[in-house]
């Protein structure tokens, strides 16, 4: 038997994400904090791993989602590994 389906995430960049609970039946939404973006690189998985930590340790789902949202937003901010290696090199 296929477990149910409790909730679907749609990511959307400088938008947010937005987060359907299945069991409630609502819908939550999550702000981008104001953040200089550097390089994306890494932030879609970023958030993944952080909504999935958030989840599993109990938070709700709209403060799980407040979380990822932030931790990718962080993660944007960064300068990648690349740019660094280049300015070493230079």
């Known amino acids: 038997k296929c ?3 409790q909730y679907a995430v749609l990511t959307r960049a400088e938008r ?3 987060l359907y609970d299945w069991n409630q039946k609502l819908v939550h939404h999550a702000e981008v904090p104001n953040v200089k973006v ?3 690189t890494g ?7 952080a909504f999935l930590f958030a989840i599993l340790a ?3 789902p ?3 989602l407040e979380r990822a949202v932030q931790w990718a937003s962080w ?3 960064l300068t990648s590994i690349e740019e660094i290696l280049t300015s ?3």
């Open 43 to 49: 932030s879609g998985d970023v958030f993944g791993s």
């Open 38 to 40: 550097v390089d994306t």
């Open 75 to 77: 993660n944007a901010t």
């Open 88 to 90: 070493e090199n230079e």
């Open 16 to 18: 947010g994400a937005t």
């Open 3 to 5: 477990p149910r389906l």
């Open 62 to 64: 709209e403060r799980s």
């Open 58 to 60: 109990g938070l709700m």
